[in-house]
Nanobody
């Protein structure tokens, strides 16, 4: 059974930093894309960042470019999201996801709160 366990969320002041982690287990994730999405109250879930299996290809939403960095450790099947210069509008539940284009697995989410 696939499990994605997120950690690292919390409360931070605007301008601060947080690092989210997501450990995946339950199957082999070779060639899988790993990523992070977020959902704020009253808004649709949006993709924030994605990274290819090799780590050579990344995607960032325009709203986080230059502030967030996604990385992965394939040996640990873990994906990270370093979030710097956080803004109040970054507050949301952040979800880890892993997919191969046909099947996507989701974590349970971790809350990020940014105080102004």
């Amino acid at each position: 059974q696939v499990q994605l366990v997120e950690s690292g969320g919390g409360l931070v002041q605007a301008g601060g930093s947080l690092r989210l982690s997501c450990a995946a287990s339950g199957r082999t994730f070779s060639s899988y894309v790993m990523g992070w999405s977020r959902q704020a109250p009253g808004k649709e879930r949006e993709s924030v960042a994605r990274i290819s299996w090799s780590g050579l290809s990344t995607y960032y939403a325009d709203s986080v470019k230059g502030r967030f960095t996604i990385s992965r450790d394939n040996a640990k099947t873990t994906v990270y999201l370093q979030m710097n210069s956080l803004k109040p509008e970054d507050a949301a539940v952040y979800y880890c996801n892993v997919g191969d284009g046909r099947t996507t697995y989701w974590g349970q989410g971790t809350q990020v709160t940014v105080s102004s």
